[in-house]
């Protein structure tokens, strides 16, 4: 299995960004449709946005659809998701996943997953 990496998560006021990047090791990467999900204290975790193997196609939960954006860099064996306009509501534990599929929505479709960034958005 591929190993996974995230980092850059943080403290950032409401209408702030941030990129968080997701390195990839042990395996190769643009094998393995990738994902980030996120989830807030009492809640399911949920799926933020997917990427194919080949970054040609792309899904975005409808609550960051226009604000967040998901891509990698299968030579740098990197994901990232970058954040923009953020909100109090995407405060969560962000995860970056890998899947033998080549992109897909359910958690339960991912094989690996790295250790979660906290991101939290104040008012």
């Known amino acids: 299995q591929v190993q996974l990496v995230e980092s850059g998560g943080g403290l950032v006021q409401a209408g702030g960004s941030l990129r968080l990047s997701c390195a990839a090791s042990?395996?190769?990467?643009?094998?393995?449709?990738m994902g980030w999900f996120r989830q807030a204290p009492g809640k399911e975790r949920e799926v933020v946005a997917a990427i194919s193997r080949g970054g040609g196609s792309t899904y975005y939960a409808n609550s960051v659809k226009g604000r967040f954006t998901i891509s990698r860099d299968n030579a740098k064996n990197t994901g990232y998701l970058q954040m923009n306009s953020l909100e109090p509501d995407d405060t969560a534990v962000y995860y970056c996943a890998a899947s033998y599929l080549d992109y897909d929505v359910r958690p339960s479709a991912y094989n690996s997953w790295g250790q979660g960034t906290q991101v939290t958005v104040s008012s």
């Open positions: 042990g395996r190769t990467f643009s094998r393995y449709g």
